[in-house]
C-alpha cells in the first residue's frame, strides 16, 4: 500500500495569512478601467505544496503530480530499490490571473482570461513561468465562441474531481489545457458544444518523442462535441472526441508511416443538493497520453517492396465518483479505475504512450479540507498471469514485452 501525506491546504492558508498582513498579493478587487467597459482585474495567489510519499512513484514536475506507484526493481540483493520514501515542498504553482472586460461586439458580451503559474513547460523547466489559461470570450442570450488556451473539453469543468492533490483526479480524469476553439449552442437547460482542437503543452507521444507534429502534420484538428443538461442540482452530458496523428516515420529517405485515426466517449453526472455533492465520470478511448492517462499506440511494419509503417492504438476504460459534504469544512470520499483493455490489432511490441505494462489502477482517496490523507493500493495475483494479460500493477511498475489485443 502506498500513502500520500498532503498538507497543502493548511500551510496555504498560513501563506496567505501571513500574505494579507505583509503585502497585498491577493488583489481579487484591483480593476483598472479605461473606458465604460474596457478594464482588467487581477487575481492570484501564493500557495506551497508539501507532501510525503512511502514509495517511489511515476510524476510529473518533481513529484508534484502523482500519476501511480513503480513498479519493483530489484537490485543484485533483491531488494526493491523503488520501495524507498520521498518527499518534497514546491510553490511553483502559484498563480497569476488577469480577467479582461471589453466594450459588446456584434450582440455579445466580451471577456477574457490570461492565467500563468511557475510549473514550467517540462520537467526541465521548473519554477518557469508558463500559460494555463488565454482565451476570448464571446456571449449572446443563445451561443458562447471561445477562442484560444483553455481546458480539453474532455476536462468537462463542470463534473471535475476537488482533491487535495494537483493531479485532480489523473490519471481517471482527463487533465489537459489547449489551443481551441470552441462554440456552445445555448436551448435553455440544454447545451451543445462543437471544438476544433489542437495540442501545444499537453502533446502526444510518438517516433520522436512527446510534440504536437504529429497532429500538426495529419492537418485535421482533434473534434469534439457534446451535449449536457444543467439545471440547480443536476448536471448529465454525453461526448464523443476524434483525432488523427500522422507521425511522418523516415525509412531509407521516405516516409513510411500511415496515419493513425482514434476516438473516445464520455458520459459525466453531477447531483449538489445542499452540502451534499455526487459526481460520476466514465471514458472510454484510444490513445489518450496527452491527457495525463494511461495509453498509447504501437506501431506495426509491414514489408513489401517498401515498408509501411501502421499504427494501432491501445484501448482503455476510465472512471472515477467522488461524494463530498460540506462547504466551510468538506469531507469528501474520492474513488477512480483505469482498465488496460489492450490494442486493437496485433501490435509490435515497441509503444508510444503511457502505462502500456498496466493492467489495472484503482485509487481510494478519503480527505477532509484543509488537511488530506491519500491512499492507493492494488492487488497482486499469487500466480503470473498468462503472457497475453498484462500484469497487475501493485505499487509497482513492469515492462511488457507485447500488449494483448483488445476483444471489442
Known amino acids: 500500500m502506498r500513502r500520500r501525506f498532503l498538507l497543502k491546504p493548511l500551510v496555504s492558508g498560513v ?29 492570484g495567489f501564493i500557495k506551497n505544496d508539501c507532501w510525503w ?18 513498479n519493483e526493481l530489484l537490485d543484485r540483493a533483491g531488494e526493491d530499490i ?41 520537467n526541465n523547466d521548473i519554477n518557469g513561468f508558463r500559460l494555463r489559461h488565454a482565451y476570448g470570450k464571446m456571449t449572446w442570450k443563445h451561443a458562447e465562441l471561445l477562442a484560444g488556451q483553455y ?26 489545457r489547449t489551443p481551441l476553439i470552441s462554440l456552445t449552442g445555448i436551448f435553455g437547460k440544454f447545451r451543445i458544444l462543437g471544438a476544433f482542437i489542437t495540442q501545444r503543452d499537453n502533446a502526444s507521444d510518438g517516433p520522436y518523442g512527446i510534440t504536437s507534429t504529429y497532429m500538426r502534420n495529419a492537418i485535421v484538428p482533434n473534434l469534439h462535441l457534446q451535449a449536457q443538461f444543467k439545471n440547480a442540482h443536476h448536471i448529465a452530458g454525453l461526448g464523443a472526441d476524434f483525432k488523427v496523428l500522422k507521425p511522418n516515420k523516415v525509412y531509407d529517405n521516405r516516409v513510411i508511416s500511415e496515419p493513425l485515426a482514434t476516438y473516445a466517449f464520455l458520459a459525466w453526472y453531477k ?57 466551510k469544512i468538506q469531507g469528501y470520499l474520492f474513488g477512480g479505475y483505469a482498465k488496460n483493455l489492450g490494442t486493437s490489432q496485433a501490435n509490435s511490441g515497441t509503444y508510444y504512450g503511457r502505462g502500456s505494462d498496466v493492467a489495472y489502477l484503482y485509487r481510494i482517496t478519503p480527505g477532509v479540507w484543509p488537511c488530506s490523507i491519500s491512499c492507493r493500493s492494488t492487488s ?29
Not at 512511502?54 to 514536475?61: A, D, F, G, P
Not at 498563480?95 to 514550467?120: C, H, M, N, Q, Y
Not at 500484469?391 to 509497482?396: G, Q, V
Request: include cysteine.
Open 380 to 408: 497482486k495475483p499469487n500466480t503470473p498471469l498468462p503472457p497475453t494479460e498484462p500484469p497487475i500493477l501493485t505499487e509497482s511498475y513492469e515492462t511488457l514485452k507485447k500488449l494483448p489485443t483488445c476483444g471489442c
Open 271 to 327: 447531483m449538489n443538493y445542499g452540502d451534499f455533492c455526487l459526481k460520476l465520470k466514465g471514458i472510454y478511448g484510444q490513445n489518450l497520453s496527452e491527457h495525463l492517462l494511461l495509453g498509447g499506440y504501437s506501431p506495426t511494419i509491414i514489408f513489401s517492396e517498401h515498408p509501411i509503417e501502421r499504427y494501432t492504438p491501445s484501448n482503455h476504460f476510465f472512471s472515477w465518483a467522488q461524494l463530498s459534504y460540506g462547504k
Open 82 to 122: 523503488n520501495s524507498g520514501a520521498v518527499y518534497n515542498f514546491s510553490a511553483m504553482t502559484s498563480r497569476l490571473t488577469a480577467g479582461f472586460t471589453a466594450p459588446d461586439a456584434l450582440g455579445a458580451k466580451i471577456s477574457g482570461v490570461v492565467e500563468g503559474d511557475f510549473s514550467g513547460v517540462t
Open 53 to 70: 510519499d512511502t514509495r517511489q512513484v511515476y510524476t510529473s514536475r518533481e513529484d508534484l503530480f502523482l500519476l501511480y506507484p513503480l
Open 15 to 43: 501563506l496567505m495569512i501571513l500574505s494579507g498582513i505583509m503585502m497585498p498579493l491577493q488583489a481579487q478587487n484591483n480593476t483598472t478601467e479605461t473606458g465604460d467597459k474596457w478594464g482588467i482585474q487581477w487575481s
Open 151 to 176: 481546458w480539453h473539453p474532455l476536462f468537462t469543468p463542470d463534473v471535475a474531481p476537488t482533491v487535495a492533490s494537483l493531479n485532480t483526479g489523473a490519471p481517471f480524469q482527463p487533465f489537459n
